[in-house]
């Protein structure tokens, strides 16, 4: 069956490649639907990046930082969900 999903190639670093292989082995779990968690998980936190690149750019320093703080938290607190 065909997927409607955009495929991607990337490169990865020795180091990031050796991490999934691992990773994959230690939990019987495909590389490719870890990284795809993993991104999926963090879409919020991407757009409000995103955001903030914009508000730098339009020289809205407040708002930048205010957002900068807001993605890292919003990161943060995703990592601790994850854990507890």
Same mark, same amino acid.
């Given at each position: 069956? #065909?997927?409607?999903?955009?495929r991607?190639? /990337? *490169?990865?670093?020795?180091?990031?490649?050796?991490?999934?292989?691992?990773f994959?082995?230690?939990?019987? *779990?495909?590389?490719?639907?870890?990284?795809?968690?993993?991104?999926?998980e963090?879409?919020?936190? /991407?757009?409000?990046?995103?955001? #903030? /690149?914009?508000?730098?750019? #339009?020289?809205?320093?407040?708002?930048?930082? *205010?957002l /900068?703080?807001? #993605?890292?938290?919003? *990161?943060?607190?995703?990592?601790?969900?994850?854990?507890?």
């Amino acid at each position: 069956m #065909a997927t409607k999903k955009r495929r991607l190639m /990337i *490169s990865l670093p020795a180091d990031v490649d050796e991490a999934l292989v691992r990773f994959s082995e230690v939990t019987g *779990s495909p590389q490719t639907k870890f990284v795809t968690e993993c991104l999926v998980e963090n879409v919020p936190t /991407i757009h409000k990046l995103c955001d #903030a /690149i914009e508000a730098h750019k #339009a020289g809205d320093m407040t708002r930048y930082q *205010s957002l /900068i703080a807001e #993605a890292l938290g919003n *990161s943060i607190l995703s990592v601790g969900k994850a854990k507890g």
